[in-house]
């Protein structure tokens, strides 16, 4: 995987992307998180009525559903500030923010609703735990999963995360 260049830094060594104040505080948190119960039971409500519509349209169907995998670390200090090939300008605080109170959280959601409305949820979280986009055995790219040739992943499984999640998903289908 490529890596920019040292000319490609300002001369004060910082990213030209990166904010001034740098990796400090969580502007992400402190704007978002006063809203996100609201849109956490939302999501929520919505799912079900998925699920029910899917069940309605087709009442014989075994519905699985796939959960988000692990990609921000357990410990977002692993990760690189600036480097967009993981979250780019996300500060740690917003990363751990991010984790636990949006990806579990939404993860928690689908899984209740699954059960709920008579679907099995496929969990790829335990499986991918270690395989962060900031894990060096990475199973998800960042914003960019390369910068030359420039390819953009915005925080996707790669191969390695597809074949993991392929292999969950086929387990489920042969379990019926």
Same mark, same amino acid.
């Given at each position: 995987?490529?890596?920019?260049?040292?000319?490609?830094?300002?001369?004060?060594?910082?990213?030209?992307?990166?904010?001034?104040?740098?990796?400090?505080?969580?502007?992400? #948190?402190?704007?978002?998180?006063?809203?996100?119960?609201?849109?956490?039971?939302?999501?929520?409500?919505? @799912?079900?009525?998925?699920?029910?519509?899917?069940?309605?349209?087709?009442?014989?169907? #075994?519905? #699985?559903?796939?959960? @988000?995998? +692990?990609?921000?670390?357990?410990?977002?200090?692993?990760?690189?500030?600036?480097?967009?090939?993981?979250?780019?300008?996300?500060?740690?605080?917003?990363?751990?923010?991010?984790?636990?109170? *949006?990806?579990?959280?939404?993860?928690?959601?689908?899984?209740?609703?699954?059960?709920? +409305?008579?679907?099995?949820? *496929?969990?790829?979280?335990? =499986?991918? =735990?270690?395989?962060?986009?900031?894990?060096?055995? +990475?199973?998800?790219?960042?914003?960019?999963?390369?910068? *030359?040739?420039?390819? @953009?992943?915005?925080?996707?499984?790669?191969?390695?995360?597809?074949?993991?999640?392929?292999?969950?998903?086929?387990?489920? *289908?042969?379990?019926?």
């Amino acid at each position: 995987m490529a890596t920019p260049s040292a000319s490609a830094r300002s001369s004060s060594g910082a990213w030209p992307w990166a904010p001034k104040n740098g990796n400090k505080g969580t502007p992400c #948190k402190d704007e978002l998180d006063a809203s996100l119960p609201g849109r956490l039971d939302q999501l929520r409500k919505d @799912y079900g009525q998925m699920l029910d519509a899917l069940h309605a349209k087709a009442p014989n169907a #075994k519905v #699985k559903t796939v959960g @988000y995998p +692990h990609v921000i670390p357990e410990d977002a200090t692993s990760c690189t500030f600036g480097d967009v090939r993981q979250f780019g300008t996300i500060t740690t605080g917003d990363l751990a923010w991010a984790r636990t109170r *949006i990806l579990e959280p939404l993860n928690t959601g689908i899984a209740q609703e699954s059960t709920a +409305h008579n679907a099995t949820f *496929i969990d790829l979280y335990p =499986t991918t =735990t270690g395989h962060s986009v900031c894990d060096s055995d +990475h199973w998800a790219d960042g914003i960019l999963s390369s910068l *030359i040739p420039l390819r @953009y992943a915005f925080v996707h499984p790669n191969a390695k995360g597809h074949a993991n999640t392929a292999s969950l998903v086929e387990d489920a *289908i042969l379990a019926g």
